[in-house]
């Protein structure tokens, strides 16, 4: 078993500006000794190609790799509004676009067994 960091653990310096998502795969790594982290879609400073393959870029460097993607704050997939509903479809694009900087061993984990 492995135990990794969540990104919420440190949202107070997401929230404060004194770190981005791209400096937490090594601050995880450094200042924690962690080797596998969760990002948090409220940190995402975007959802472009670009910015998700500098993310992917620096968890590499680091040496660690993305065990979970967590949506929170996204709108209801679920709900009975539909602006709420098609809200939380969108929302989960972060994990659609961020898809790939989960190691592939770790794609198949979702599944209920």
């Known amino acids: 078993m492995r135990i990794g960091l969540a990104g919420w653990s440190l949202c107070r310096r997401f929230k404060s500006g004194e770190m981005t998502l ?3 795969p090594k601050t995880a790594v450094d ?3 962690f080797s596998a982290i969760e990002l948090n879609s409220p940190f995402f400073e975007s959802r472009d190609e670009k ?3 500098e993310l992917a870029a620096r968890v590499t460097a680091a040496g660690c790799e993305v065990a979970n993607i967590a949506v929170d704050g996204e ?5 009975t509004d539909e602006a709420d509903r098609k809200s939380g479809a969108q929302g989960q694009s972060v994990d659609l676009g961020g898809r790939r900087l989960l190691k592939k061993k ?3 984990r979702g599944r209920r067994r």
């Open 51 to 53: 910015y998700l393959a």
């Open 106 to 108: 770790n794609r198949s």
């Open 22 to 24: 791209l400096d937490y």
């Open 31 to 33: 200042e924690f000794g």
């Open 75 to 79: 709108g209801g997939p679920a709900s």
